[in-house]
């Protein structure tokens, strides 16, 4: 059973627009998320986090959003540019080591 | 600064042989883990180790083992390969324990035939 899922396999983005990945998750005990950027052949890079007790988080041109009553969160990224394309993972956990990764998302932003 | 290195980077090997998986990191870090990511799905996490001397179980820990010695060095050992452990595999870090892993290695390909 996927505790976390990413239901868009891929998105595609024009330069300079805002990119909107997303997250769903089943598990009401999560209370911490992160996202990872991953480049081919590369490990991945962290981006940012949400604690359950937020529900906006920025960094720079990263803002994730938090909807606990429906599971659900996204990253927003503005302006999107063509060094931003990659595979975007969401992570939870219920407060252990164990995060629990999403499938990902290819995000291609198009120049 | 090198990071999260790993090491080897490609392995191809035959069921039942053994092989060991090294990670080393130099930022001091306390926690290690150990994950695997095979196509379509996201990492799952094999072992975690929160210091030198412990590590516990992740989602898949069935066929490995680890050994982790000393702060810097986190291994993974597969004592009789199997097809099923064909995957890439990720070694990460992080300071703190139970902390995100905030620092990932480039990877290792293991295919088994």
């Known amino acids: 059973d996927q505790q976390v899922k990413q239901n868009s396999p891929s998105l595609s983005v024009q330069e300079g627009r805002i990119s909107i990945l997303n997250c769903d998750y089943t598990?009401?005990?999560?209370?911490?998320f992160l996202w990872y950027k991953k480049y081919p052949a590369e490990g991945p890079t962290f981006l940012i986090s949400?604690?359950?007790?937020?529900d906006k988080n920025e960094d720079g041109r990263f803002t994730v959003f938090l909807n606990k009553s429906a599971k659900h969160l996204s990253l927003h990224i503005v302006p999107s540019q063509p060094g931003d394309s990659a595979v975007y993972f969401c992570a939870a956990t219920s407060g252990t080591y164990k995060y629990i990764f999403g499938t990902g998302t290819r995000l291609k932003v198009l120049a | 600064n090198a990071g999260v290195t790993q090491n080897p980077k490609f392995q191809v090997l035959k069921t039942g042989q053994s092989m060991t998986l090294q990670c080393a990191q130099d930022m001091n870090h306390n926690s290690m883990y150990w994950y695997r990511q095979d196509p379509g799905m996201g990492l799952r996490l094999i072992y975690y180790s929160a210091s030198e001397g412990t590590t516990d179980k992740g989602e898949v820990p069935n066929g490995y083992n680890v050994s982790r010695l000393n702060k810097r060095e986190f291994s993974l050992r597969l004592e009789s390969a199997a097809p099923s452990q064909t995957s890439v595999y990720f070694c990460a870090s992080c300071p703190g324990a139970g902390a995100l892993p905030s620092n990932f290695g480039e990877g290792s390909w293991l295919t088994v035939v």
């Open positions: 598990n009401s005990m999560f209370d911490y």
């Open positions: 949400i604690s359950s007790i937020k």
